[in-house]
């Protein structure tokens, strides 16, 4: 189930879509979505810079993982995109890893989602959020800064695992369009959304 926060925040955005009377932005919404394990990190923050490099304001969260000289995986950074920030997301230790289990700080995903609000509020171009991520699912994590941007009519582009569109359809109401994993759609999507200058 989700969040029933979430839940009223999406019928709204229904009603905003639906209702020609309303005075409400429109929905600007798109998942990227990727085949597991198959994501290529650094092409949103790459696609996000280009965007940033015409002139527009972009914020948001994109990912990058931190690994040794022997190519072994030491950690998750979430980067803001509008101060390059940098945010300790993953930390696993040794025994994580034996154990298999969750190092996720979210202390850091709390921190994350302060950043996000900070560029919502500053009234940005495009956010970008990568990703639609467990915590994402079960409407925590930056779940609520993805509906208050698209509430706030800035187009938003998040990365969605391909394994969980239906749960992104359920939370996103269907509002939004569905992008193959690659910069030719992003910059396709941008085109179609992009504010007025």
């Not at 990727?34 to 990190?41: D, I, K, V």
């Amino acid at each position: 189930m989700l969040d029933p926060t979430i839940a009223w925040t999406i019928q709204q955005c229904q009603i905003a879509m639906t209702d020609d009377s309303t005075t409400d932005p429109d929905i600007h919404l798109a998942g990227a979505f990727y085949a597991s394990g198959q994501q290529e990190m650094g092409l949103l923050r790459s696609f996000a810079d280009e965007v940033a490099a015409n002139g527009w304001r972009v914020g948001g969260i994109v990912q990058e993982l931190l690994v040794d000289e022997n190519g072994v995986t030491q950690g998750l950074d979430g980067i803001a995109l509008d101060t390059g920030e940098r945010i300790a997301i993953n930390r696993p230790t040794e025994s994580d890893r034996l154990n298999h289990s969750c190092s996720l700080d979210k202390s850091a995903l709390a921190e994350a989602s302060s950043a996000v609000d900070r560029a919502i509020r500053a009234g940005v171009d495009l956010i970008v959020i990568e990703k639609f991520g467990e915590q994402e699912q079960k409407g925590d994590g930056l779940a609520h800064d993805i509906l208050h941007a698209v509430s706030e009519g800035i187009p938003t582009l998040v990365a969605v695992p391909d394994g969980v569109r239906e749960r992104w359809n359920e939370f996103s109401g269907c509002l939004g369009a569905e992008l193959g994993f690659a910069t030719t759609a992003f910059e396709d999507w941008w085109q179609s959304v992009r504010p007025g200058r």
